[in-house]
Every structure is written in structure tokens, then in C-alpha cells.
T-cell receptor, first 118, second 115 residues
Framework: GAVVSQHPSRVICKSGTSVKIECRSLDFQATTMFWYRQFPKKSLMLMAT?????????EQGVEKDKFLINHASLTLSTLTVTSAHPEDSSFYIC??????????????FGDGTRLSIL | GQQLNQSPQSMFIQEGEDVSMNCTSS?????WLWYKQDPGEGPVLLIALYKAGELTSNGRLTAQFGITRKDSFLNISASIPSDVGIYFCAGQGWDSGGGADGLTFGKGTHLIIQP
């Protein structure tokens, strides 16, 4: 299989708090992981691409100082939402690509983290 | 960011009916994927398509990768209640370094099945 685990599944915190979300590939090594955000009744939008051992690549309009990404190992990427505000409330989902040939592999998604900022 | 044109936006069908949805893009993709998402969960992969013209089945699901690499469709035959959910198409390209791009998603098709 290709299992991606995301933790926590739900976070509720006060405005100004920093929140860390973990994305782990449980049964494979992932050189590349992706972070998406999904607002209610909307589609998933790519935020950034996380490559093991290098800096993340952010999509246009995504603040890199606001959304800190660390991909320190082949099985773990973290997204930290710094000084979160109510407008950051969303469903954050990660996906991972198995290390190796990308020409015939799909991305496998975690179950997402529901972030609610009060 | 870019989104794919996915239609229909929602479908109300009777159990047992066939379903068809499609996605188009102004850009070429190397891979087309179809996912299903239940509320509060991450997307689950249904079918992945890697070659233009490819037609692939997964049980009652059939999907095709358009020849132009700018479109794909998903068919569900003989729908059942558990097919209810939101279906997303997604396209994937490759970056300039040969690595995989993140996915570009369609807006989703909300499938509702009436008993």
C-alpha cells in the first residue's frame, strides 16, 4: 500500500497561536510531499511542494514566512502555520509521492487536518 | 491558482443509473487522476491515467485520458448509495527539473443518489 498519515486531524486554537501539522508516509519513502488547502465547499489548492533536504517551493500568493515547511526526512514533512488568524481556518491536506520514477505514480493523500482559529 | 473545468457541478440521479463527468484544461498534463472525497477526509484515488488515449477501468468505474492530454472523463456504471460524495479530477505535470508538479484540481462534481 501507500499510506499517508496526517496529524493532528483537528485543531482548535486561539488567534496568534502557531500550529504544526505533520505528514508521514508510513510504508514508503517520499522524496516529494505536497501541501494543499481546501476551504469549505471548494476544491483543493496547492500551497507548496516540499522536497526532502531542500527548501520548499511555494505557489504564488502563499506566504512562505506564514506557512513554514520542513521536510527533514524521507517520511516526514511538517507545515507550521505561524501566528494563525481566523482567515487561516481551513482543511489542510498533504500528499506524498513514492521515491523513484514519477512517470507512473499517483499522489497519495493524508486524511487532512481541520484547523479552526478562534 | 489554475483550476480545471469540471462538469457537471452536481448530479442528482437514481440508484442504478450510470454517471458521467468530465474535465477539460487549457494546459497539457502528463497524468490525469480521479479522486473521491468524503466529508472531513482526504481524497481517495480512484483511477490514475498515464498515457494519452488510455482507457482504464476499476470495477464499475471507467476513465479515459484524452488524446490531446487536455481532458479526461470518468464514468460510473450502475450507481449504488455508497457512490455518494464529491469527485475531483486532477492533472499533474512535470517541473523543469523533471520532478512531479503538485496537482491541479477540478472544482468537483457532487454526486447525490436518490433512492
Amino acid at each position: 500500500g501507500a499510506v499517508v498519515s496526517q496529524h493532528p486531524s483537528r485543531v482548535i486554537c486561539k488567534s496568534g497561536t502557531s500550529v504544526k501539522i505533520e505528514c508521514r508516509s508510513l510504508d514508503f519513502q517520499a522524496t516529494t510531499m505536497f501541501w494543499y488547502r481546501q476551504f469549505p465547499k471548494k476544491s483543493l489548492m496547492l500551497m507548496a511542494t516540499s522536497n526532502e533536504g531542500s527548501k520548499a517551493t511555494y505557489e504564488q500568493g502563499v506566504e512562505k514566512d506564514k506557512f513554514l515547511i520542513n521536510h527533514a526526512s524521507l517520511t516526514l514533512s511538517t507545515l507550521t502555520v505561524t501566528s494563525a488568524h481566523p482567515e487561516d481556518s481551513s482543511f489542510y491536506i498533504c500528499s506524498a509521492l513514492r521515491q523513484g520514477d514519477y512517470s507512473n505514480q499517483p499522489q497519495h493523500f493524508g486524511d487532512g487536518t481541520r484547523l479552526s482559529i478562534l | 491558482g489554475q483550476q480545471l473545468n469540471q462538469s457537471p457541478q452536481s448530479m442528482f440521479i437514481q440508484e442504478g443509473e450510470d454517471v458521467s463527468m468530465n474535465c477539460t484544461s487549457s494546459s497539457i498534463f502528463n497524468t490525469w487522476l480521479w479522486y473521491k472525497q468524503d466529508p472531513g477526509e482526504g481524497p481517495v484515488l480512484l483511477i490514475a491515467l498515464y498515457k494519452a488515449g488510455e482507457l482504464t477501468s476499476n470495477g464499475r468505474l471507467t476513465a479515459q485520458f484524452g488524446i490531446t492530454r487536455k481532458d479526461s472523463f470518468l464514468n460510473i456504471s450502475a450507481s449504488i448509495p455508497s457512490d455518494v460524495g464529491i469527485y475531483f479530477c486532477a492533472g499533474q505535470g512535470w517541473d523543469s527539473g523533471g520532478g512531479a508538479d503538485g496537482l491541479t484540481f477540478g472544482k468537483g462534481t457532487h454526486l447525490i443518489i436518490q433512492p
